[in-house]
């Protein structure tokens, strides 16, 4: 029997996100499959992206604009929770760069955000 992580397969986790390769787990927040169309804003740029998956302290964005370790975006996103306020402005800071997109650590975000963000991944979870 092999000594597994017992949270590696769950849902949410890398494995069953589709990384191929296992990931070292410093994440904080469950995230789940999001899929939803965004805008990012890049240096005075704006251009669309989608999210693969999210939680109440990242997101990882799927994109074929290139941006860099370190710089500082603005994810524009529809929560579901307040959808009539229309799209959310999340600032954040990029932690890591793949060929197909990159990961992003929120900044401070208010507690109508912190709320939607938390709904969101509570009912994503719950309906695995």
Known sequence: MTNRSRTEF???SPRA?????????KRQFERVV???????????RNFPGRVRDI????????TDEKVAFGDRVVLKVVLPAIAA?????LDGVVRWVRD??????FGPTGAVDTYALAELVARK???L
């Open 17 to 25: 996100l589709g990384y191929d390769a296992p990931v070292s787990e």
């Open 10 to 12: 769950e849902p949410g």
């Open 85 to 89: 306020k229309g799209p959310r402005a």
């Open 34 to 44: 999001f899929g939803d169309a965004v805008e990012i804003e890049h240096q005075g």
């Open 55 to 62: 939680s109440v302290g990242g997101a990882y964005v799927l």
């Open 100 to 105: 197909d997109g990159f990961g992003l650590q």
């Open 125 to 127: 979870s719950n309906a």
